[in-house]
């Protein structure tokens, strides 16, 4: 029992790392369009996964979930969703803008609560409502600091926030989600593809082997860690995961401020404290309820 949880914390930690390091990636990609990027970056992902369904001998799986209407017509939306975030969490690691990112990852659980208590009915407990209202509070303040609301890290969280609300309720795996996911949005990445190369505008072909290689990457680099937080999320605890996944902005902001020297203000550290104490208080809640639950 020990060793499985041990390997589910290791899996887990290896995706969030992995999540959290990614900008270092997309940095060496900072000459590439952003949407040339996605489109490859979902070229790639559909390859990747196919064949490692077709390993793993789940394409069986794949096939009974492309024959459910409701299943399909639910990952297009998230599809949709999951494209946008990508594109824009790009654009903005390529545009210098790393910190609010970090600030937006660090809101999605937040937001995922609300979201809950939308459209699942669930409700928000005291610590909950705290939490939430820490968070606004944070958002306040970076909105008054900048003079406009912190757009990249709103969007970035909400999302995020209804495309895991999404794929929650899709009965689904992960991988062969991600995978219809790619199928549903091949179409229009793989022509817009070929129409770059073909009117070489875009820089597959065009710049370097070092680029093209990167932008196949694009595709393992995107599965591998959610393959990884899948076998994490079996052996280990929710609320084990709940704290791991602070791992991936954390990471992300201590690259944006050390490594990209992106300016970390006085305002920022105000907005920060404020979600983070939020985030702990919900952390320390859901490690309260879990014991309690065992007891």
Do not use: C
């Amino acid at each position: 029992m020990s060793n499985s949880i041990d390997r589910g914390v290791i899996y887990g930690a290896s995706a969030y790392v992995t999540w959290g390091i990614i900008p270092i990636f997309w940095k060496f990609l900072d000459h590439v369009g952003a949407v040339e990027i996605v489109a490859h970056r979902i070229v790639w992902t559909l390859i990747f996964a196919v064949a490692a369904l077709a390993a793993w001998e789940r394409l069986p799986k794949l096939w009974v979930a492309l024959r459910n209407p409701r299943t399909v017509m639910a990952l297009v939306v998230s599809a949709v969703l999951i494209a946008v975030n990508w594109g824009l969490f790009i654009w903005a690691v390529t545009a210098d803008r790393i910190i609010d990112t970090s600030l937006g990852y660090y809101i999605n659980p937040l937001v995922s609560f609300m979201l809950g208590v939308a459209w699942l009915g669930e409700r928000l407990t005291k610590v909950q409502m705290v939490a939430i209202g820490l968070a606004v509070l944070g958002v306040i303040n970076q909105t008054v600091a900048l003079g406009y609301l912190p757009w990249i890290s709103l969007a970035l969280a909400v999302s995020f926030g209804i495309y895991g609300l999404i794929r929650k309720t899709v009965a689904v795996e992960s991988l062969e989600g991600l995978t219809i996911e790619a199928i549903i949005l091949a179409p229009l990445s793989l022509g817009y593809v070929i129409y770059l190369v073909a009117s070489g505008q875009g820089a597959f072909f065009q710049v370097s082997l070092t680029t093209d290689l990167l932008l196949v990457i694009a595709g393992p680099i995107t599965a591998i860690p959610l393959l990884l937080f899948a076998a994490g999320a079996r052996l280990v605890k929710l609320s084990t995961m709940g704290f791991l996944q602070y791992l991936a902005p954390s990471i992300s902001l201590v690259l944006a401020v050390f490594l990209y020297n992106e300016p970390f203000t006085q305002a920022h550290a105000v907005t920060f404290a404020l979600i983070w104490s939020a985030l702990a208080l919900v952390t320390w809640e859901a490690i309260r309820r879990e014991r309690y639950s065992a007891a």
